[in-house]
């Protein structure tokens, strides 16, 4: 997939900087806390958007 790396500060390294990415199914790739994932065949809002918190992805609750 691809994604984007998004850096607090120049010197961060990018394995500890969080990412943005999308795919289909839930996340099961292993991303530094504060990452993104944009699920491209969720079914409804709550399946739409996961995040890394904590070293595990959450959905994130969507407009119902």
Same mark, same amino acid.
């Given at each position: 997939?691809?994604?984007?790396?998004?850096? /607090?500060?120049?010197?961060?390294?990018? &394995?500890?900087?969080?990412?943005v990415t &999308? %795919?289909? %199914?839930?996340? /099961?790739?292993t991303?530094?806390?504060? &990452?993104i994932?944009?699920?491209?065949? %969720?079914?409804?809002?709550?399946?739409?958007?996961?995040a890394?918190? /904590? %070293? &595990?992805?959450? /959905?994130?609750?969507g407009?119902?």
């Amino acid at each position: 997939a691809v994604g984007y790396i998004v850096k /607090a500060l120049p010197a961060d390294l990018p &394995s500890a900087a969080p990412t943005v990415t &999308s %795919g289909t %199914g839930v996340p /099961a790739t292993t991303e530094p806390n504060g &990452s993104i994932f944009l699920r491209t065949d %969720g079914a409804n809002a709550d399946q739409a958007i996961y995040a890394r918190i /904590a %070293g &595990s992805w959450v /959905a994130m609750k969507g407009a119902t």
